[in-house]
């Protein structure tokens, strides 16, 4: 098969994988090292964890102009970090405040933002749900007495922290010291809350997603909520807006949504499933993320930033 | 001015920036320190550095479903990395070889990879232009004696490199020792040689840009090429491909190429230019995007990886 560039480097984890037979009539060749997503194949069942459907956002944008159905499925964040956004995010979708509101926003290699597009329109501005929060910014990270310890892999984080880690499949960056400071990170597809600029000014209301490079500055200066982990294709993909900071400039140009659901409230989803982040089948496949001795690879990098180990996510076959 | 999320973070430099007046009737109030675009609005003429014709490549899509023109211009890399495969691309677009071909695959998140569809099938494939060179693996990378010095700020690399600093506008990763090797990073926007399994195998008749987060492993494993300095929207907003690797399964799905010429060859094309980067501002912009003390941060940093400071680039005004 004629292979085109970095062809056994798979985000998508959708090759398939065979495991040659225990035993054979004669000596098999050297298996080539195995590239993540075959690691990431051969895992078994038990290091796969079910994500709740009350952990999912649901998010359906109108169909494309040939009736394409266009599902967005976002993984929230889970406690203890950006619980207090996560609350208010579960109180708008259940009063469907997102219905009839629209992508707003599409800035190339940066972020797709969607709301209200009125938000800024007193006199036309929806209604918030009355029950929503207004969270410090101290709540963008937890000290070493709120957040559990760690799990699986630490990863030197180079530049943003001290190190990176994980904790029930998500990525954590941790800070210097004996206590140290821990927050969710920015990667691509990362979801998290637009605010003005006092940093307690979002509420959940306004949403926005990575579509470039992972923004790291952004982390600890607004809060990361969660990640889409289906349909990103969708976001990605839409026209760039014309405006400044790629707002569109005319309301026809902005993707209608046509409705938010928890996943709880959403009949016949599929069941997701993460690697576990404390399996060894997670550790094998980040350690070969940051060591590609897959054929296609002469020159291993000998590490891997945190956003290009992302933690494998997969329909529950 | 309701601000949305990041709103400080231009990656366009788009934002308009007035300093203020030298001198005012009455004390100024102190100045918000400044963003890193206002940094680059208030760059002297000076510090830019125009970018020769020949070393762009213009390559035309077919037009829109509503007609748009889609040009994207990508900018080739300086002497002295990846010379032999610029010489080949330079022959590829004198042939025309890439008119008629297309964008055969669009993988979220990775990179979108354009050239001859039949380029697998000896039968219907294009013929290569007969003098193109085949460039051994050891020209990923320049060791010291055949690369120059690196100019302007150094930055911690982190994880794939020892330092990362930068050449005439470009991105640098160093290894370690006193006789390091450099070579050009692949960033969001990075242009890179598609290859078969064999390091030697990419002419650079298959070309790739990268449409999502920086993927550093393939460093030192294909060859950087350029970037795309303008149009980058019309490749990451593509539908992505269905098929394995993100390549499409049917070849109406593929976006036609209308012509790829040298910038040389293009009449009536605009003037880019790019920030020094070895001048102050440039040292300025870079410091500012690892320290962002404009308003809307609470948190500097305190560092930034060399993909997340791209070196500005502007039609001269």
């Given at each position: 098969?004629?292979?085109?560039?970095?062809?056994?480097?798979?985000?998508?984890?959708?090759?398939?994988?065979?495991?040659?037979?225990?035993?054979?009539?004669?000596?098999?060749?050297?298996?080539?090292?195995?590239?993540?997503?075959?690691?990431?194949?051969?895992?078994p069942v038990g290091d796969w964890v079910a994500i709740a459907p009350a952990q999912l956002l649901v998010m359906d944008l109108a169909p494309t102009a040939d009736g394409a159905a266009r599902q967005v499925v976002i993984q929230l964040l889970p406690a203890p970090w950006s619980q207090g956004w996560i609350g208010n995010i579960r109180k708008l979708a259940e009063a469907h405040f997102w219905d009839g509101t629209a992508i707003n926003r599409v800035?190339?290699?940066?972020?797709?933002?969607?709301?209200?597009?009125?938000?800024?329109?007193?006199?036309?501005?929806?209604?918030?749900?009355?029950?929503?929060?207004?969270?410090?910014?101290?709540?963008?990270?937890?000290?070493?007495?709120?957040?559990?310890?760690?799990?699986?892999?630490?990863?030197?984080?180079?530049?943003?922290?001290?190190?990176?880690?994980?904790?029930?499949?998500?990525?954590?960056?941790?800070?210097?010291?004996?206590?140290?400071?821990?927050?969710?990170?920015?990667?691509?597809?990362?979801?998290?809350?637009?605010?003005?600029?006092?940093?307690?000014?979002?509420?959940?209301?306004?949403?926005?997603?990575?579509?470039?490079?992972?923004?790291?500055?952004?982390?600890?200066?607004?809060?990361?909520?969660?990640?889409?982990?289906?349909?990103?294709?969708?976001?990605?993909?839409?026209?760039?807006?014309?405006?400044?900071?790629?707002?569109?400039?005319?309301?026809?140009?902005?993707?209608?949504?046509?409705?938010?659901?928890?996943?709880?409230?959403?009949?016949?989803?599929?069941?997701?499933?993460?690697?576990?982040?404390?399996?060894?089948?997670?550790?094998?496949?980040?350690?070969?993320?940051?060591?590609?001795?897959?054929?296609?690879?002469?020159?291993?990098?000998?590490?891997?930033?945190?956003?290009?180990?992302?933690?494998?996510?997969?329909?529950?076959?």
């Amino acid at each position: 098969m004629w292979i085109r560039p970095a062809a056994s480097l798979i985000l998508a984890l959708a090759l398939p994988f065979a495991l040659p037979p225990a035993a054979l009539a004669k000596p098999a060749e050297p298996a080539a090292p195995p590239s993540p997503s075959e690691i990431v194949a051969a895992a078994p069942v038990g290091d796969w964890v079910a994500i709740a459907p009350a952990q999912l956002l649901v998010m359906d944008l109108a169909p494309t102009a040939d009736g394409a159905a266009r599902q967005v499925v976002i993984q929230l964040l889970p406690a203890p970090w950006s619980q207090g956004w996560i609350g208010n995010i579960r109180k708008l979708a259940e009063a469907h405040f997102w219905d009839g509101t629209a992508i707003n926003r599409v800035q190339d290699g940066y972020v797709v933002q969607w709301g209200d597009p009125d938000a800024e329109d007193k006199a036309k501005a929806r209604a918030l749900p009355p029950t929503l929060l207004s969270i410090p910014q101290g709540a963008y990270t937890l000290t070493a007495g709120a957040a559990p310890a760690l799990e699986g892999p630490r990863l030197a984080d180079g530049i943003y922290a001290a190190v990176a880690g994980f904790y029930q499949g998500w990525p954590i960056a941790m800070g210097p010291g004996d206590t140290p400071e821990t927050w969710p990170v920015h990667c691509y597809g990362t979801v998290g809350v637009g605010r003005d600029m006092p940093p307690d000014s979002g509420t959940g209301a306004e949403l926005y997603a990575v579509i470039g490079d992972a923004p790291r500055q952004l982390d600890r200066n607004i809060a990361v909520v969660g990640r889409v982990i289906s349909g990103m294709e969708w976001l990605s993909s839409l026209p760039r807006g014309k405006g400044d900071m790629g707002f569109y400039r005319k309301p026809e140009e902005r993707t209608p949504i046509l409705s938010v659901r928890l996943g709880s409230d959403v009949p016949g989803l599929p069941t997701w499933q993460y690697l576990s982040t404390a399996s060894a089948s997670f550790a094998r496949y980040v350690d070969a993320r940051a060591n590609r001795r897959d054929p296609f690879y002469v020159r291993p990098a000998g590490g891997v930033d945190i956003c290009n180990a992302p933690v494998p996510i997969r329909i529950k076959p």
